[in-house]
């Protein structure tokens, strides 16, 4: 009898260990959107893919080329996403179902502060255009449907005492396609908001036979900021970020958030925090806007979404207190 009942303790424990290993590799798959092709989430969104497929047992995750933020903040709050790339005027918009949600809110949660998106003006010389009047009566990209470029151009125009739709003849266009565009000289300028460096925009300015010319609207901000919130702040993308930039371009920027929903369960957020924390170096190997990646930054007062709880746990571990 002794034998039969160690016989069936081992059994026993070997199925739980079992069990637990199972619990430990369980399978989940990840949808995370990010943009275009030629931006900085898409880089960044396939280079999270691959960590949390490496890194996690289990796991398996895609990065899904969108029109960008609104596109992505739709997604999640449809379900047909897990983890979205988001700029923080979206993302509220989002949370309080106004705008280009209105009537349809998404109960929005932040895993991380990513980095600051820099809002690009961007044209060449050959246009003629020179300072943001200048604008007036050209044909301009505002960015493609669905996406946070396209908001924050609206914001910015208005800011600068322009009429998005008498000042200007508009296009919705990609960043990449924008490129195209005014190299084919189909737009005279176009707005972008991304990282540092933007591939698409060198490839503009290292383009043969094409002067860049980066629009200054810092002026904005403080105007954009009274009607919108204190969501914006003035900053410079610097001289030579870009082939042919000689002169630091004075812009708006706006910050950068990871984010999923209030269903994503506290465990599996945690894990999502702690592999874009602890392999940041690998993450940086990608697009080096991954390397702003700072516990310093994880500040409510960086994003208007609450903080998931998943995350907040992690952040406490590391001791930092979200506040």
Request: charged fraction near 20%; charge should be positive; include cysteine.
């Amino acid at each position: 009898m002794s034998r039969f009942l160690k016989s069936m303790a081992a059994v026993a424990a070997a199925a739980c260990l079992a069990a637990g290993v199972a619990a430990a590799q369980e399978k989940r798959s990840f949808s995370i959107t990010t943009g275009g092709t030629g931006g900085v989430y898409y880089p960044l969104g396939g280079g999270l893919a691959s960590l949390l497929s490496k890194y996690v047992p289990g796991w398996s995750a895609s990065a899904e080329v969108t029109g960008g933020s609104v596109d992505n903040l739709k997604l999640l709050g449809a379900g047909k996403s897990e983890i979205a790339f988001s700029m923080v005027d979206a993302g509220l918009d989002a949370m309080k179902g106004q705008d280009k949600f209105k009537g349809n809110p998404v109960a929005v949660r932040t895993l991380a502060v990513l980095y600051p998106n820099r809002m690009h003006v961007v044209s060449t010389e050959a246009t003629g255009i020179k300072s943001f009047a200048d604008l007036k009566g050209k044909r301009v990209s505002t960015g493609s449907p669905g996406s946070a470029t396209e908001v924050m151009a609206f914001r910015v125009i208005e800011a600068m005492g322009l009429d998005k739709d008498k000042d200007m003849t508009r296009e919705r266009l990609g960043v990449a396609e924008s490129v195209n565009a005014l190299k084919d000289g189909k737009i005279q300028a176009f707005f972008w908001v991304g990282g540092l460096p933007t591939a698409a925009v060198t490839d503009l300015g290292a383009t043969p036979g094409v002067k860049i010319k980066m629009i200054d609207h810092s002026a904005a901000v403080a105007k954009m900021n009274e009607k919108y919130g204190p969501l914006y702040a003035e900053a410079e993308i610097p001289a030579k970020t870009y082939p042919g930039q000689e002169a630091a371009n004075k812009i708006a920027v706006v910050w950068n958030v990871l984010v999923t929903t209030d269903k994503l369960p506290d465990d599996v957020a945690y894990k999502i925090v702690q592999v874009i924390f602890e392999k940041r170096a690998e993450w940086g190997q990608v697009h080096k806007e991954a390397l702003t990646l700072d516990m310093k930054n994880q500040l409510l007062s960086n994003t208007p979404m609450p903080f998931h709880p998943g995350a907040v746990k992690y952040f406490a571990e590391k001791g930092h207190k979200v506040q």
